[in-house]
């Protein structure tokens, strides 16, 4: 038995994120366009901010998401993967009006 009481928490696979090598890439690619994929009718990829990890918009459940996701191959196709993080329209509002405060902590 590792100690563990089996009573904690599960982390929600949504609000999981890695970050490790962000300051290596090359600036992100900027693009929208249409997904074609089938099993994605509706999403929209908005840009590709590393080479597995994309932002896009899509509408589940009636509702518009903003998705910042990582992706993994298999058989030779980009499939999403548990990592990331699917912010509502109110969440991603939110988000939006504090850019200039994230965007001055970062420089600081």
């Known amino acids: ?14 609000d999981t994120t890695s970050d490790g090598d962000a300051e290596t890439h090359a ?5 929208i366009k249409k997904d074609s994929d089938k099993d994605s009718p509706g999403d929209i990829f908005v840009a590709e901010l590393s ?5 896009s918009v899509r509408i ?3 509702k518009v998401w903003v998705d910042i996701r990582e992706f993994y191959d298999k058989d030779g196709k980009q499939c999403p ?7 509502s329209k109110e969440q991603w509002i939110v988000l939006r009006d504090h850019i200039s405060e994230i965007d001055k902590a970062v420089q600081d």
Do not use: A
Request: zero cysteines; hydrophobic letters at 15%; a positive charge.
């Open 51 to 55: 080479k597995n990890r994309k932002v």
């Open 81 to 87: 993967g548990k990592k990331g993080i699917s912010l």
């Open 27 to 31: 600036p992100p690619k900027k693009s």
């Open 60 to 62: 589940w459940q009636g």
């Open 1 to 14: 038995m590792s100690g563990t009481t089996g009573k904690g928490k599960k982390r929600d696979e949504h």
